[in-house]
């Protein structure tokens, strides 16, 4: 959400910043926010990983806010270390796999998912876990979007 970053308005830093002048953005997972970022979000549309964790009545209201078509952008850096060390920012804190997934495929089940991306994958030669995770997940999302397509 930063305007920009390294004297430049379109650094990946700054993709939804870029996304918010186009279209309303629902955040989820959030853990660190620098306060020129802050200044730039809709606090409505937030919901942070701390506030959501143990719980799931968070999922239908940031739906909710949701429009009919989606565009899902994930970054892995969503993911607690834990469980994804090799990302740009393994910030602890973060959310675990079948809550996300959970997540995700409620989205799917109940918008209509015209594309998304996965960023931030760092891959480290000694740690495999990472990649599995981000293909399974991958692989997994193309699967629900596709089956709800064929079922329709």
Known sequence: MRDEYQNSPFN???VMRRAKDFADI?????RSVEAEERKNMDMNHVFYAHAIYGKNDWMQQAIDQLT???YLTIDLDVFDPSILPST???????MQ???????LSMVIAQKNVVAF???ELCPHPAEKSSDVLAAVLIYRL?????KKRMNK
Do not use: M, S
């Not at 740009?88 to 973060?94: E, K, M, R, V």
């Open 12 to 14: 990946h830093a700054c």
């Open 26 to 30: 629902v955040q989820v997972g959030l």
């Open 68 to 70: 009919d078509n989606v």
């Open 88 to 94: 740009g920012t393994p910030y602890p804190g973060g």
């Open 97 to 103: 796999w079948r809550e996300t997934l959970d997540f």
């Open 117 to 119: 991306d996965v960023v």
């Open 142 to 146: 193309i699967g629900k979007i596709l």
